[in-house]
């Protein structure tokens, strides 16, 4: 049981670079999260998906995509990377069914730094 | 709209010191709060919670009560450990939205031996 991975675990790009960040989750979890986590700014919701089929806009939208691939699957893209994407970035899933749970389970997490 | 404030870091302690992270929140209606730890290169995972006021969260030592008339969640512990050296982030959710998690800053804590 792993839980929620991501791949890759570090991620250096140049601007205008394009790359997609890769989450799963084992638990059969109903909802995914994207963050980012920025020194002092704790973690900020950029997209979410509450089922499969959906996906929502969350505080950070702007200059991402996601796509939700399968119920285990969220990925995350950006298309055009720009220095203010450096950060890490976290996936997330949380069972949605009944009965449902506040809880999210967090994935290791993809350092990106784009130059 | 709803937002968590939190001790600002880095917090520095010797081994087997009394631990308080102060936490308040603003929120419509009544949210459950979190407190979630952060190890030294993995993702976040769940150290307690409390749904309703007056609960105490409990985890591995680490105690917080949910005090809605001061609306606040601060995190105790009475004799921290090197083990426990971590990011702690307070977060809240409201009931009608658990997608919508307010995550505060994170306070750093380092316990030295």
């Known amino acids: 049981n792993a839980g929620v991975t991501q791949t890759p675990k570090f991620q250096v790009l140049k601007t205008g670079q394009s790359m997609t960040l890769q989450c799963a989750q084992d638990?059969?979890?109903?909802?995914m999260y994207w963050y980012r986590q920025d020194p002092g700014m704790g973690l900020r919701l950029i997209y979410y998906?509450?089922?499969?089929?959906?996906?929502d806009k969350g505080e950070v939208p702007n200059g991402y995509n996601v796509s939700r691939l399968n119920k285990r699957e969220f990925s995350l893209r950006l298309e055009s990377a720009a220095p203010s994407q450096t950060s890490v970035y976290f996936c997330?899933?949380?069972?949605?069914?009944?009965?449902?749970?506040?809880?999210?389970?967090f994935g290791p997490g993809t350092r990106l730094t784009v130059l | 709209g709803n937002s968590v404030t939190q001790m600002e870091g880095p917090v520095t302690l010797s081994e087997e010191a009394f631990l308080t992270i102060n936490c308040t929140y603003t929120?419509?209606?009544?949210?459950?709060l979190f407190w979630y730890v952060q190890y030294p290169g993995e993702g976040l995972q769940l150290l307690l919670k409390?749904?309703?006021?007056?609960d105490k969260g409990s985890n591995k030592g680490f105690e917080a009560t949910y005090r809605k008339e001061t609306t606040s969640f601060h995190l105790e512990k009475g004799s921290v450990q090197v083990s426990d050296s971590a990011v702690y982030f307070c977060?809240?959710?409201?009931?009608?939205?658990?997608?919508?998690?307010?995550f505060g800053p994170g306070t750093s804590l380092s316990v030295i031996p």
């Open positions: 997330a899933s949380r069972r949605r069914e009944l009965p449902p749970t506040d809880t999210q389970y």
């Open positions: 638990m059969n979890h109903n909802s």
């Open positions: 998906s509450a089922s499969e089929g959906t996906t």
């Open positions: 929120a419509t209606g009544y949210p459950s």
């Open positions: 409390a749904t309703k006021a007056d």
């Open positions: 977060a809240l959710s409201v009931k009608t939205s658990y997608d919508k998690v307010i």
